[in-house]
């Protein structure tokens, strides 16, 4: 379908179209792109024979055959327009991974509100044990593979699968892992109603011989699955369950080990090398989706147990004046609840939570439940909002945010600038403190920074 074809992308940077860029090159096309900045992706984009170009470059429309775009292109780009004069084949960037999803044998599609990378990561991992060479697409880097993005075989394409603006309905999944269901992206969305009303779309995109394997504790979840007509292989650790982990315990590091049963009956234990319980319901789901292609236990065992999670995952980065520093990627109350345990599971004196909020929207729609999350760590700094795709139209401001968590813990500032941010946390950490960035934007240059003295 793609081979011989000229392909220009714009926006090519992201870490999805950079992969999707990878992946069409490898099915024969040939590839070009434009972005606004220089970034290491597009170094390494050009690196590989994928021509990049920065600024707006709308002569490279005329020789393409097909032009991919990102939602945050709009329709006023001088490139879209160019596309539009010259009528050329176009497709945003979840439509054209939907056709790529196409030409692969098994199409793995990991989703869900939280744990959607961990989760995939760990699948990704087992498949490369096993010797399967995956096709691997993930929003996030994993060291197996130095980066985001696998080419592999045909037979497998394990892909990480998000809602946002309904994206994962471009897909065509043969198998599909569904974490859990949450109030997120109530930009697009509204409200949680409109949310499991997409999930349910999706996984009835399955085909008749498909498969569904889904977090039976989670509430959203199971409502949407009753009355599901394809195949449920179901796991957790409350409710009864096809694949449930018994018998939990944790170190010091807030690492648990556990075993699995498989309809009451023992498969085998896993001691896991990441922190928190949310690990062990990621898996619980990889374990169970991966035992559908591999029966041998012990290489499903020995995948997760090395497994050490992706980039920005609760990732521990060195030290700062003998503090730990660490980055997670929690941009909604669930996931930063989460990061908090897997703090308190980590022995050190006082923490430092760094947080930067995504989007004006999701601060405001969340503030309370941020707040009251936030308040649980030690001290709280608060960086400035991170606007991504939106204009501040929402009367949301950081000292909103700062004034909520003051109710529960005065021990929160405000803080303008990154380089302030730095120069504070040197100035009133001391050694076996922990400090920990939270946030989907740029926030981790602030513990890299950190780590670097």
Same mark, same amino acid.
């Given at each position: 379908m793609f081979n011989d074809k000229k392909i220009h992308m714009i926006g090519i940077g992201g870490v999805s179209m950079s992969g999707i860029a990878y992946l069409v090159k490898?099915?024969? /096309? *040939?590839?070009?792109?434009?972005? +606004?900045?220089?970034? %290491?992706? *597009?170094d390494e984009l050009n690196k590989n024979g994928i021509i990049v170009k920065y600024g707006h470059h709308p002569e490279m429309i005329k020789d393409a055959d097909i032009v991919v775009y990102t939602a945050a292109i709009h329709e006023d780009d001088p490139e879209r327009i160019e596309t539009q004069n010259l009528n050329k084949e176009s497709y945003e960037r /979840?439509? &054209?991974?939907?056709?790529?999803?196409?030409?692969?044998?098994? @199409?793995? @599609?990991?989703?869900?509100?939280?744990?959607?990378?961990?989760?995939?990561?760990?699948?990704?991992?087992? #498949?490369? =044990?096993?010797?399967?060479?995956?096709?691997?697409?993930i929003g996030a880097m994993l060291s197996q593979i130095n980066g985001n993005i696998n080419i592999g075989s045909k037979d497998y394409l394990i892909m990480e699968s998000c809602e946002y603006a309904d994206s994962f309905l471009h897909f065509h999944p043969t198998g599909i892992i569904l974490t859990n269901?949450?109030? %997120?992206?109530?930009?697009? #969305?509204?409200?949680?109603?409109? $949310?499991?009303k997409s999930f349910k779309k999706y996984i009835n995109l399955l085909p008749s011989n498909g498969l569904l394997i889904k977090n039976n504790d989670d509430e959203n979840t199971n409502d949407i699955t009753i009355n599901f007509d394809k195949k449920i292989i179901t796991y957790g650790i409350k409710n009864i369950s096809d694949y449930r982990a018994k018998n939990l315990s944790k170190n010091n590091l807030g690492h648990y080990s556990f075993d699995i049963f498989y309809k009451n009956e023992f498969v085998c234990k896993i001691n896991l090398?990441?922190?928190?319980?949310?690990?062990v319901y990621n898996a619980l789901a990889? &374990?169970?989706?991966?035992?559908?292609?591999?029966?041998?236990?012990?290489? +499903?065992?020995? /995948?997760?147990?090395?497994?050490?999670?992706v980039g920005r995952r609760f990732e521990y980065l060195g030290t700062c004046n003998g503090a730990y520093v660490y980055d997670d990627y929690a941009h909604h109350p669930t996931e930063i609840k989460t990061t908090l345990d897997s703090v308190k599971n980590v022995n050190h004196n006082k923490d430092w /939570?760094?947080?930067?909020?995504?989007?004006?929207?999701?601060?405001? =729609?969340?503030?309370?439940? &941020?707040?009251?999350?936030?308040?649980? #760590?030690?001290?709280?700094?608060?960086?400035?909002?991170?606007?991504?795709?939106? $204009?501040?139209? #929402?009367?949301?401001?950081?000292?909103?945010?700062?004034?909520? +968590?003051?109710?529960?813990?005065?021990?929160?500032?405000?803080?303008?600038? &990154? %380089?302030?941010?730095?120069?504070?946390?040197?100035?009133?950490?001391?050694?076996?403190?922990?400090?920990?960035?939270?946030?989907?934007?740029?926030?981790?240059? +602030?513990?890299? =920074?950190?780590?670097?003295?």
């Open positions: 490898d099915l024969g /096309a *040939t590839v070009t792109g434009s972005d +606004i900045t220089e970034s %290491d992706i *597009t /979840a439509e &054209f991974l939907g056709l790529l999803s196409k030409q692969y044998k098994n @199409c793995l @599609c990991i989703s869900g509100t939280h744990g959607k990378s961990t989760t995939t990561g760990m699948v990704s991992l087992i #498949f490369l =044990e096993a010797g399967l060479n995956p096709t691997i697409q269901i949450d109030n %997120d992206h109530l930009d697009y #969305f509204k409200n949680l109603d409109n $949310i499991k090398n990441i922190s928190g319980i949310h690990n990889a &374990f169970a989706l991966s035992y559908q292609y591999i029966k041998d236990v012990n290489t +499903i065992k020995t /995948a997760l147990e090395k497994y050490r999670g /939570a760094i947080f930067q909020s995504h989007t004006f929207s999701r601060t405001k =729609e969340h503030l309370n439940e &941020f707040a009251n999350v936030l308040s649980n #760590f030690d001290n709280v700094i608060i960086a400035p909002i991170y606007p991504a795709r939106e $204009i501040n139209t #929402f009367n949301i401001n950081e000292d909103m945010l700062v004034n909520k +968590i003051k109710e529960k813990n005065p021990n929160v500032v405000f803080i303008d600038s &990154f %380089d302030k941010i730095v120069e504070y946390i040197k100035k009133n950490v001391s050694p076996d403190d922990l400090i920990i960035t939270i946030g989907a934007g740029p926030v981790n240059k +602030i513990s890299n =920074e950190l780590v670097k003295s």
